[in-house]
């Protein structure tokens, strides 16, 4: 059974960094492109950025580049959002999901492409 379990969502303050991780099992999570979603109450699911299949390319939406940083520990089959500079525009439930098929150019445009979607852990920027 595949699973995609988040974890590191936390409170915290204006400004400071979060690390998200995003730990796959039943499946060698290499083979397929990962990404980040995130969704608040009552709003559409927003794509945050993904990792293409055998760590090919990485794919940012405008409002993350140069604070957000997808990787991926293959070793560990586990996929990280580092997050820095928060402002309270991230607060959200941020989820993981990884696509139905390889995918060597992913995108988080089309959240349709995605599946096995984790429970999703919770980001609060509160000042």
């Known amino acids: 059974q595949v699973q995609l379990v988040e974890s590191g969502g936390a409170v915290v303050q204006p400004g400071e960094s979060l690390r998200l991780s995003c730990a796959v099992s039943?499946?060698?999570?290499?083979?397929?492109?990962i990404g980040w979603f995130r969704q608040a109450p009552g709003k559409e699911l927003e794509g945050v950025a993904c990792?293409?299949?055998?760590?090919?390319?990485?794919n940012y939406e405008d409002f993350v580049k140069d604070r957000f940083t997808i990787s991926r520990d293959d070793a560990k089959n586990t996929v990280f959002l580092q997050m820095s500079n928060l402002s309270q525009e991230d607060t959200d439930a941020y989820y993981c999901?990884?696509?139905?098929?390889?995918?060597?150019?992913?995108?988080?445009?089309?959240?349709?492409?995605?599946?096995?979607w984790g429970q999703g852990t919770q980001v609060t920027i509160y000042s």
């Open positions: 039943g499946i060698s999570a290499d083979w397929y492109a």
């Open positions: 990792v293409s299949s055998k760590n090919g390319p990485t």
């Open positions: 999901a990884r696509t139905t098929y390889p995918m060597i150019l992913c995108s988080v445009e089309r959240p349709s492409m995605f599946k096995d």
